[in-house]
DNA sequence: AATGAATGAGGCTTCATTCAT
DNA sequence: AATGAATGAAGCCTCATTCAT
């Protein structure tokens, strides 16, 4: 009833329907793009995971836009899932790279790490959007075996940002009654930046983490 | 009958993946569930979207939940566009119809609002956790003739909460340098929710709404 | 080397290769052929296995014969796999009844029971010389859970015309040096003329059961 | 590299289904195997057309049990059907070079000769019994180019046998009505040796072959 | 002699949808 | 309102083979 005014539409690929992130650049950490066929896969699969899901983006799909025919993909990749699961596996272990490179980096008091934690949150969800966003609305699509490796790194990553809180609240510098709730609400924030972040929407990948930082820090109860 | 031994050769897909998100329930808002298949229909859907993304669940899934067989699932929707769009319809409704309650109830100043309205995001993400999970995560799925005036609703609700924190700043009540990326910021906290929530994780939907609350108006530089 | 005078060949499908048997009947026991589209596949995919082998006939061949997209094929059967199983369980399930109403209408004597055994035996295999052939050359293309009532079915065959032949042997009827070998060599008799029977070879299936019958009383040291 | 902890993720083809033969033996007749990778080649895949069949067996299956890569299958072979065809004309040379040697050996009387011929026959079965099983099996994947010569060969040894027997007949010695059933029967018990023998299952080639010769000469009724 | 990469053909199967009943 | 049968399109993947290196 409520939908009866919309007639049965059956989308071409060519229509655009919402997107799930603004941003168009595919980059990959340095380092870690194969060379040749296998890097240009990567990439390609990445964007087409990014703009129509994992589901929705065909083994052809993806072939065509690296100018290969499809069988030829397997020359390279066993399987359409082992390349969503080497990107992920990226996203992941960059992410938490970063996250320890900022703890190692920073001051040794909560509230230097805090910061520093949530500005390296914050710039890889926004260099590495696309990746990103792959990472978690993909990590799904992921059977138990591929899954398991990445999802070790993640809880890694979660433990880093939530000792931090607990030492600071039980420094007495912190004041949060529930500080797994605030470990989330932190991380949520910069999840986000994934889906609307790009290099033209005016603010620098910097500016939004340093905007980030304080919020996390007066979250926490930290006036700033 | 010949071959009734051999049913159960195929196997059904039971590898548990990683879940989009920790609650069962499919709890739809009251009074929009229709009767009889149709609102069957809407709330298998909904759990089979959640689990296992628009694209992979298939109407034949859907239909085996339902009870029926797959031909008849077009005796009531005209095709799976439009169930997961009458659900993602009904998800955006909600939200904007509690966002609006709450400024409504709400004393009239920014901070009585803010809290009011980022209460009520957070319920809505608790209560609602699968049904705002599907209307995220697959709005990307919609072809844009649907997903048009779902966005439209979303831009209300977005409006809504970044008028209110524009309106503390402008009365100096709010310290933000950048309000947009608080209204972001204020907005990625409660939508996260509705993957880790469940009613078994410790916390009632309420505290987390009070907790979330406090961390906005933290957020915003009002001490609390 | 031994080879080399032969070019390299890309066999179509149109050129003869030896044939694994001469009939071209596909009869299947009455009663157990189903009605409609059901049993049509079942009658034309047990041509084209009995032809070109299990692996070698596609769902798209055996479709094209019954008259019916490749899709539709699983409208009826839930995979090529059950079709090959269908076939091998009916092959399996007559002659093992046809074996024991041979057993049941023979007096109650070894030479008697072998010698109705035989026939029966040899009669199945040319009346239904298809079948066989399928049923003993695609066994091994069935996987375990399908192959496991079927090998069940066979050694039941097998037991009941061993033990005629033990009871031969116990009773100083007959006279084998080892009654296994027997049975053995007498059971390949009868499985071979399933490949080069013909309505039009010159004898019936009865003659040839006939004289089956005598080879089988002869070699297990009967005068006949 | 960053994947290698995926490798194990695809499932390999364990599932055992019923074999089409009990002995793992892969012997070829001596002096036919080719030296060096050629060798090993007919080898490997003699044991894969045996376990498989010509049709599920594929290049690549052959090459990594060879310890080569698909693409240097072709540096020995032009095709996968010469690889075999080549095993197909080296069973059934064998086999006539047996028969021959059989009937050249023995006494010049139609028994003497059966025997010879029988024991011959047997034994081959028994002794390269997945050759064996192979030549029979997979005759009907050869083109008919491939096919023509061993369907020469083959008539040759079936010749050889008939008029052994039609010699008998003639000569008063034996006492069959059909004849050329009678070479039917003789031929079919041996065939079937090969699905069944192995070393370890109690009795020599030799015993089954002494056996066989028994039940042959009984067959066409000579008391024995 | 060996190989990595590529490919056209084709494998089995699933899917959303239609339609006659 | 429901269904069995059918289908065009497309899915992922395997295969035998080729070719440049």
Do not use: C
Not at 22 to 37: H, I, K, N, R, Y
Not at 50 to 60: L, V
Not at 157 to 170: F, T
Request: proline share 5%.
């Amino acid at each position: 009833m409520a939908m009866s005014h919309l007639t049965a539409v059956r989308m071409p690929k060519t229509q655009t329907s919402p997107r799930r992130l603004v941003t168009e650049a595919t980059m990959l950490p340095p380092g870690v793009t194969p060379a040749g066929s296998r890097g240009v896969i990567l990439n390609e699969a990445l964007r087409l995971f990014a703009e129509r899901g994992y589901g929705s983006a065909s083994i052809r799909d993806i072939a065509e836009r690296v100018g290969i025919k499809a069988a030829s993909m397997y020359s390279h990749y066993p399987s359409k899932a082992h390349v969503l699961a080497e990107l992920i596996k990226i996203g992941h272990d960059e992410h938490l790279r970063r996250m320890r490179e900022a703890v190692r980096s920073a001051k040794n008091d909560p509230v230097s790490q805090l910061v520093a934690v949530v500005r390296a949150h914050t710039l890889a969800h926004a260099e590495y959007a696309m990746l990103a966003v792959v990472s978690h609305a993909e990590l799904h699509s992921l059977a138990p075996e591929f899954a398991a490796p990445i999802l070790a790194v993640r809880r890694q990553s979660e433990m880093l940002l939530a000792d931090i809180i607990q030492r600071g609240v039980n420094l007495g510098l912190f004041d949060v009654p529930d500080a797994q709730l605030a470990m989330l609400a932190i991380g949520a924030m910069g999840l986000r930046v994934a889906h609307w972040f790009s290099p033209d929407q005016g603010r620098t990948a910097e500016q939004i983490a340093d905007n980030y930082a304080q919020f996390a820090t007066r979250l926490v109860g930290v006036a700033s």
